[in-house]
């Protein structure tokens, strides 16, 4: 069995001037990412692996969720690849990964999340939000045979509001 939970990162702000990878979350963000990573670990494990965009947002909401977790932020790994907005660049990560890890979570960015867990989730969902999560699950023992797997958990944060 392969899992993979998808957290886009949390609403970040527009408010600076700044590049895209270096926007920040905004205050929602921050306290969206923390609720949803909270009902996460009530009901969820972690994962082996975590791994996060190289965009701030991103990574400020990995660090959240390590945070609630008691994890140190060094848990994490910075992958290019997840700085990706079509998925195609993920999908590829997640396929490539070795097979003796069974579970991971990945922090990154619309349109990539939502596609990715329309593909391989049994849910469909319109639109991941941001700070939303999902857990899939493959009864698969070799990440390159990623197919059509069972949506386990979805998390929004509006329903913990």
């Known amino acids: 069995m392969k899992t993979i939970i998808i957290m886009r990162h949390g609403k970040s702000s527009w408010k600076y ?8 979350l905004k205050t929602r963000g921050l ?21 996060s965009s190289p965009a701030k947002r991103a990574f400020e909401t990995s ?3 390590l945070k609630t977790s008691d ?6 790994t910075i992958i290019e690849e997840l700085y990706d907005f079509n998925g195609r660049n993920v999908i590829d990560f997640l ?17 990539a999340f939502t596609s990715i867990s329309n593909i391989f989730g049994d849910n469909f969902i319109e639109n991941l939000p941001t700070s939303g999560l999902v857990k899939i699950s493959f009864n698969i023992n070799n990440w390159k045979s990623l197919e059509k797997g069972k949506t386990e958990l979805i998390i929004f944060p509006k329903d913990l509001r």
């Open 17 to 24: 001037d700044v590049g895209d990878r270096l926007r920040p």
């Open 31 to 51: 306290n969206d990412s923390k609720l949803v990573s909270e009902q996460f670990l009530r009901i969820s494990e972690l994962p082996d692996k975590i791994f």
């Open 63 to 65: 660090k959240i969720f």
């Open 71 to 76: 994890k140190s932020e060094n848990e994490v």
């Open 95 to 111: 396929k490539n990964l070795d097979n003796n890890i069974d579970s991971v979570m990945i922090f990154g960015h619309n349109h």
